[in-house]
């Protein structure tokens, strides 16, 4: 095999083929959520909780703990997500896209430093915190987990949140020998650096009007 290619997926000579299968399944429906969160529209959500539903389980069998508690979590919020999308906000229109409040950016600090002490206190007591990885870990997981609740609130700023956790996990998950996650999440940060534009747009057409 080629040295690059061996370096790439020499690991999947260990895994079972049906673990392969299901990563590279998650994998498409994990694009197809972000895709379909770029184009602001509810399908995020059901492809976003079969996704995760995969990662779960497979994340859990490596003993991958606060990545598995990210896609937990995000089959969590997919779930609420997808009722405040479609939840009537003026009785006549669905939830806009806008950006956050002072609360909510006070509420979204909240959920970062809970998530670090949380995630932290978990890896610790698995005896897995003193790697670098487990800290990396464990930042990606407040970084995401406060992406996904702006995400399902319809907030303009979760897609920087994404951008930056996702930058992050590329390099990450390629050291865990997930190459084929790795790869998705290097498309995720193009795909999350378009949707932000695109939903910027959609946010400043009321004001291109006024």
Known sequence: MNPFFEILFGQYAGYESLDIFLEITGVIFGFLSVWYAKKNHIWVF???????????????????????????YYFVMSIYGWYIWTRKSDGESLTPISRTSAFEKKTAWGIFIAT??????????AGKGSSWTAYVDTVTTAIFFVGMWLMARRKIENWIFWIVGD??????????????????????????????????????KPLLRA
């Open 46 to 72: 059901p492809t976003g909780l079969i996704s995760t539903a995969i990662f779960v389980y497979l994340l859990w069998k490596w003993e991958l703990l606060g990545d598995m508690m990210i896609n937990a």
């Open 116 to 125: 670090l002490v949380f995630v932290f206190g978990v890896y610790h007591f």
């Open 167 to 204: 930058i992050i996990s590329v390099p990450l998950y390629l050291y865990k020998g997930l190459t084929f996650t790795s790869f998705q999440y290097l498309i995720f940060t193009f795909v999350a650096i378009a949707g932000y534009y695109l939903w910027k747009k959609t946010l400043d």
